[in-house]
């Protein structure tokens, strides 16, 4: 089953334009973000421009080491665009974890969103539980767009054995 998650829940069925994150992407998002601790950690997703499906996540260097701000490591930027690109996708978007606070862009996250087409992944490690969440932002509009995580599925979005 695939479920939508929004700040207000879960909504299965979601009808609308959704996200679409491999169960194992999503893992390996999360697993990123709390090894990094206890600075922000971040990454890029790659896929299809247009579809919300996400193939794949490159976790990054957070070259600004800081707790409070990240930034991803240019070289390694450059290597998962070449790689993306090599297997037919794009980055459609960039993740980094809030160790202290919730998962909703910062007015440093708005200012240096770089591309209006992007997913923005946010995951707060404020609690036990991670959270994570996507925006679209567009200048200073943020709207929060729904994520499905795909369970039983791994990025090629093939049923696993």
Do not use: K
């Amino acid at each position: 089953m695939v479920c939508a998650v929004f700040s207000g829940g879960l909504r299965c069925g979601y009808p609308g334009l959704v996200l679409y994150l491999p169960a194992d992407v999503h893992q390996e998002i999360l697993a990123h973000c709390i090894a990094g601790l206890p600075d922000e950690a971040c990454g890029l997703i790659a896929g299809h421009p247009g579809t919300g499906l996400v193939e794949r996540c490159y976790t990054t260097r957070n070259i600004a080491a800081s707790a409070r701000v990240y930034t991803v490591d240019p070289r390694e930027h450059l290597a998962a665009d070449r790689d993306a690109e090599a297997c037919g996708w794009e980055i459609i978007g960039v993740f980094h974890s809030h160790t202290h606070t919730a998962p909703y862009p910062s007015a440093t996250d708005v200012s240096q969103a770089p591309d209006p087409s992007w997913h923005y992944l946010l995951i707060s490690l404020a609690n036990p539980d991670p959270a994570l969440r996507s925006y679209s932002i567009s200048g200073s509009e943020v709207v929060e767009e729904p994520v499905a995580v795909c369970s039983g599925y791994n990025s090629n979005l093939t049923r696993q054995e």
